[in-house]
């Protein structure tokens, strides 16, 4: 996730994967934005590429830390064929994270990691297909 209030000129950047997202690292970030001047009211986050929601299959051990913390995460979790699997709805889950936090605008730029493979690398679909290595993605913010 990146993270911009140009009025304040403080910028940020987070990782967040299911654990950060989970953990607070969205409101962790947005904490210290604001420790550095940020105000809410003035900050746009974009959430680049993700895995999808259609491609990020989990099981029940998954799907019970989510339920464990707040049983309404359970939207964002439709079942599979597979007894107990679900695909899990990363970029909502990231969406509802940020929203909740009245910044002034969320964009998610829809870029599938797993299946998007022209573009992107995926860590899940190079262990999927046992290769050996998997490329990397970075994603970058400045203040110009």
């Known amino acids: 996730l990146l993270f911009a ?3 304040a000129a403080v910028i940020g950047a987070c990782h ?3 654990k950060g997202a989970l953990g607070g ?3 962790a970030t947005v904490r210290e934005m604001e420790a550095h001047g940020a105000r809410r009211a003035d900050i746009h986050v974009a ?3 993700a895995i999808g929601a259609m491609s990020y299959e989990v099981g029940p051990e998954f799907i019970d830390q989510f339920r464990e913390s707040d ?3 359970s939207r964002f979790f439709t079942p599979t064929a597979r007894e107990g699997h679900a695909t899990f709805d990363l970029p909502g889950f990231i969406a509802s994270r940020v929203e909740a936090l ?3 605008s969320f964009e998610d730029l829809g870029v599938d990691t797993y299946a998007d493979e022209a573009r992107c690398f995926s860590y899940r679909r190079s262990v ?3 290769e050996p290595d998997y490329g990397r ?3 970058a913010i400045a203040l110009v």
């Open 5 to 7: 209030d140009a009025k």
């Open 47 to 49: 959430l680049g590429p």
């Open 25 to 27: 690292v969205i409101e």
């Open 128 to 130: 999927h297909r046992r």
């Open 16 to 18: 967040a994967g299911w």
């Open 71 to 73: 049983v309404s995460f």
């Open 102 to 104: 009245d910044v002034a």
């Open 137 to 139: 993605l970075v994603s």
